[in-house]
Nanobody, 115 residues
Framework: QVQLVESGGGLVQSGGSLRLSCVTS????????MDWYRQAPGKQRELVAT???????NYADSVKGRFTISRDNGKSTVYLGMNSLNPEDTAVYYC?????????WGQGTQVTVSS
């Protein structure tokens, strides 16, 4: 069965950094594109960053230059490095993959940035 388990969230001051991790199981990770989404209170879930199986990355304009998505195929893990955090980055962050035509989500990890 497919599982995505995020970790690494927490409370950080404005300007600080965090690194999120998403450990996966039940998928052929090296072939799978992986995404990070986030959902702030009262807002729709939005795509933050993607990384393909070929390590091609894309970012939302709001995080370009501050966030870095990466993957370790040996550990079946995708990461989201976040620098220069600001209060607008406060949200629950979710790991996601579309695998064999089904969407899979992690449980989410809370990131809170204080001003």
């Amino acid at each position: 069965q497919v599982q995505l388990v995020e970790s690494g969230g927490g409370l950080v001051q404005s300007g600080g950094s965090l690194r999120l991790s998403c450990v996966t199981s039940g998928i052929i990770f090296s072939y799978s594109a992986m995404d990070w989404y986030r959902q702030a209170p009262g807002k729709q879930r939005e795509l933050v960053a993607t990384i393909s199986g070929a390590f091609i990355t894309n970012y939302a304009d709001s995080v370009k230059g501050r966030f870095t998505i990466s993957r370790d195929n040996g550990k079946s893990t995708v990461y989201l490095g976040m620098n220069s955090l600001n209060p607008e980055d406060t949200a629950v962050y979710y790991c996601h993959t579309l695998y064999r035509a089904r969407h899979y989500w992690g449980q989410g990890t809370q990131v809170t940035v204080s001003s």
